[in-house]
């Protein structure tokens, strides 16, 4: 079997999660989420993330 080939963190896509959370459910939803990580510096940043998506709602 041949090994895979190697993948660079930079040759990734970027991921912005906002750009997936298309509802104020999805939204709540990723809040939740993160609160029951009981991290506040995660959740901090889950804040920003959600109000960008809020931003691109409808």
Do not use: C
């Not at 509802?23 to 609160?35: F, S």
């Amino acid at each position: 079997m041949r090994p895979s080939a190697a993948t660079w963190v930079s040759e990734l896509p970027e991921f912005d999660m906002a750009e997936i959370l298309k509802t104020d459910e999805g939204i709540a939803n990723y809040l939740t989420v993160v609160l029951e990580e009981n991290d506040p510096d995660e959740f901090s940043h889950a804040l920003g993330v959600q109000l960008s998506a809020r931003s691109a709602l409808p």
